[in-house]
């Protein structure tokens, strides 16, 4: 498995609507711990929730057979982190092999900006594209090797701590 790589290139942030804090104007409620409400939502705007996570985000990028069709990259929060704001009524969910995994996205235009990944049901897995600009500082990316996903879970980690509350992950505590 390949380690985390930080991915700044103004390649990437054309592919990935640059994503970094570039002008000092982010719109968003800065938290103590780095916390920020980032903002996001589908394409065609059905869809609109709110996250509380770092400004950095740690990003995956997956290879298992739905992920590398999606092209789906994310990364994960508790579910007490994330906040559906709209568009309940125009979700819709594919699940298979184990049905863990909810994949989940617009009915009108078939954007998943979240889902609740196999890693972590207690979680989402937010996408870094579907966030408003103006949040993000940086993204670092680390490639999972969905491909061998008992494996590859038996040797990350932390990726099963991702979706644990900590005391600084609640808005409520900030409050």
């Not at 920020?36 to 057979?65: I, M, P, Q, T, Y």
């Not at 789906?72 to 009524?89: A, E, M, R, W, Y």
């Not at 078939?110 to 207690?122: A, E, I, K, L, M």
Request: aromatic share 8%.
């Amino acid at each position: 498995m390949d380690s985390a790589i930080v991915c700044l290139t103004s390649d990437w942030l054309l592919t990935y609507r640059r994503l970094e804090l570039l002008n000092g104007t982010a719109t968003s409620t800065v938290l103590g711990m780095d916390l920020v409400k980032h903002e996001g939502g589908c394409h065609c705007g059905a869809v609109r929730f709110e996250v509380w996570s770092s400004s950095d985000l740690h990003v995956f990028h997956c290879n298992c057979s739905i992920c590398t069709k999606k092209q789906n990259h994310h990364f994960i929060v508790p579910k007490t982190s994330f906040k559906l704001l709209q568009g309940s009524d125009n979700l819709t969910t594919y699940t298979f092999n184990t049905h863990v995994a909810k994949h989940t996205f617009c009915k009108t235009c078939g954007v998943q900006s979240f889902y609740t990944p196999r890693s972590n049901p207690d979680g989402y897995g937010v996408a870094p594209h579907c966030l408003d600009p103006g949040t993000v500082r940086s993204v670092t990316v680390e490639n999972f090797c969905g491909e061998q996903w008992d494996e590859s879970m038996r040797a990350h980690k932390s990726i099963r701590d991702m979706s644990k509350p900590a005391d600084n992950t609640h808005p409520e505590h900030h409050q």
